[in-house]
């Protein structure tokens, strides 16, 4: 009696093994090792396999069994084992997709650089013109403040539109060189006739 519980115990045990065995025989005859391609994707690969079975092979199915990291990097000779057998059947995650997806050209930025070249010419353009006509304007309110812009005007050694001694005018009193001259003296003097209307506005003479 003793010995039949003995021999039952061991035919029990043996079963198990057989049966282990033939579970483990059976989900490797249910594994495909599939080889990548070049333009090959999870989810294509997926479909493959889904159109060739019953099974639903699911791209999480092949991630989790190969322990990939990363579902969207595959490389070309990898070999991929696919369980035909144990597939699971979740919905592959959003972030699953084409390799070729994650080739995206960044937006050139030429037009913002077209716009700024166009604008500074008339910046400048309008910069000087503004700066001409301060200056005409500056001349000529010097020239009616001094003379009442009259180029025959005198006070004294003072002569002319600008109010110029004569040995700055060396004898030619002409329009034409008072203006001539008045122009040399601003400038070596205040830079400009902008600049020597500030000082008579200061001083009362430039």
């Given at each position: ?124 353009v309008s910069t000087a013109t503004a700066s001409t006509t301060d200056s005409s304007s500056a ?53 400009s006739w902008s600049a020597a209307k500030s000082f008579w506005l200061s001083n009362g003479w430039?």
């Open positions: 009696m003793k010995l039949n519980k003995k021999m039952t115990k061991f035919s029990v045990a043996m079963v198990a093994t057989v049966a282990a065995g033939l579970g483990l025989a059976v989900k490797a005859a249910d594994a495909d090792v599939y080889t990548v391609k070049s333009g090959d994707t999870l989810n294509n690969i997926s479909a493959t396999y889904a159109n060739k079975t019953s099974n639903d092979v699911s791209v999480n199915a092949i991630v989790k069994e190969n322990k990939i990291s990363n579902a969207n990097l595959i490389y070309v000779g990898e070999q991929l084992t696919i369980n035909t057998d144990t597939a699971a059947k979740a919905t592959p995650a959003a972030n699953t997709a084409s390799t070729t997806t994650t080739k995206v050209a960044t937006p050139a930025a030429t037009p913002a650089k077209a716009a700024t070249t166009t604008v500074a010419p008339k910046s400048t001349k000529a309110w010097i020239a009616n403040k001094e003379s009442g812009g009259s180029y025959s005007a005198r006070n004294g050694q003072y002569i002319g539109k600008y109010q110029l001694s004569s040995a700055y005018l060396n004898g030619d009193y002409s329009a034409a060189n008072q203006e001539k001259v008045a122009n040399n003296y601003v400038t070596s003097r205040y830079g430039y």
